[in-house]
C-alpha cells in the first residue's frame, strides 16, 4: 500500500530559528513529491521535486529530495511568526490519478 | 490564483437531509478531486474525477456521491448527511500528468 509519512506531527521553535520537516514514501512507480502550506485556509503550493539531489529554492524555503533513500526535506530559516502554518506533503505516481497526501507538520513559530 | 470556487462557502444542515456542494474551474483541468480534512487526520480523498462522467471512489465514498457532468464543474452530494459528515471539504484541481494540485477556498459544512 502506498503510503506517505511526515515528522514531526507538530514543532514549536522561537522565531529566528532553522527548522527542517521530513517527509518519506514508500510508493510504487513515484513521479514526484509535492509540498504544500496550509495556514487557515486551503493549502497553497511550494515545491515539486522530480529529481534526485536538486534543489528547489523560493525565499528562507527551500526543499531536497533523495530517491534512493525515499524521502525530502524541507527547510525553513530565519524563521518568522507567519510561517506558522501546517506544512503538507503528497506524492504523485504515474500508476493513478491521486496525489497520496501525509498527515502534515503543525509548525508554530512563537515570537 | 487558480481559477477554482467552491460553493457554498458555509452551510449549516440538519441531519438527513440531501447536501450538494459545487466545484467550478475555469483552467480547464482534467482531473477534479474532492477532500475532507479533519483535525488529526489530514486531507482524506472522497472521490476524484478524471474527465467528463469519468469518477473513482477515494478512501472514505462512503454516504458521498459526485457527478461531473461538463468540464468546469464537479458537484458532491451528501445523500443523507450525517453528523460525522461535519468537516471542511476542499475541492482541488490538476492539469496534465505530473502537475501539482491547486485547492479552492473551502466549504465549511456543519450538520446538526
Known amino acids: 500500500e502506498d503510503k506517505v509519512v511526515q515528522s514531526p506531527l507538530s514543532l514549536v521553535v522561537h522565531e529566528g530559528d532553522t527548522v527542517t520537516l521530513n517527509c518519506s514514501y514508500e510508493?510504487?512507480?513515484?513521479?514526484?513529491l509535492l509540498w504544500y502550506k496550509q495556514e487557515k485556509k486551503a493549502p497553497t503550493f511550494l515545491f515539486m521535486l522530480t529529481s534526485s539531489g536538486i534543489e528547489k529554492k523560493s525565499g528562507r524555503l527551500s526543499s531536497i529530495l533523495d530517491k534512493k533513500e525515499l524521502f525530502s526535506i524541507l527547510n525553513i530559516t530565519a524563521t518568522q511568526t507567519g510561517d506558522s502554518a501546517i506544512y503538507l506533503c503528497a506524492v504523485l505516481t504515474d500508476s493513478n490519478y491521486q496525489l497520496i497526501w501525509g498527515a502534515g507538520t503543525k509548525l508554530i513559530i512563537k515570537p | 490564483d487558480a481559477g477554482i470556487t467552491q460553493s457554498p462557502r458555509h452551510k449549516v444542515t440538519e441531519t438527513g437531509t440531501p447536501v450538494t456542494l459545487r466545484c467550478h474551474q475555469t483552467?480547464?483541468?482534467?482531473?477534479m478531486y474532492w477532500y475532507r480534512q479533519d483535525p488529526g487526520h489530514g486531507l482524506r480523498l472522497i472521490h476524484y474525477?478524471?474527465?467528463?462522467?469519468?469518477?473513482d471512489k477515494g478512501e472514505v465514498s462512503d454516504g458521498y456521491s459526485v457527478s461531473r457532468s461538463k468540464t468546469e464543474d464537479f458537484l458532491l452530494t451528501l445523500e443523507s448527511a450525517t453528523s460525522s459528515q461535519t468537516s471542511v471539504y476542499f475541492c482541488a484541481i490538476r492539469g496534465g500528468a505530473g502537475t501539482e494540485a491547486f485547492f479552492g477556498q473551502g466549504t465549511r459544512l456543519t450538520v446538526v
Open positions: 474525477s478524471y474527465g467528463v462522467k469519468d469518477t
Open positions: 483552467e480547464n483541468h482534467r482531473y
Open positions: 510508493v510504487t512507480n513515484f513521479r514526484s
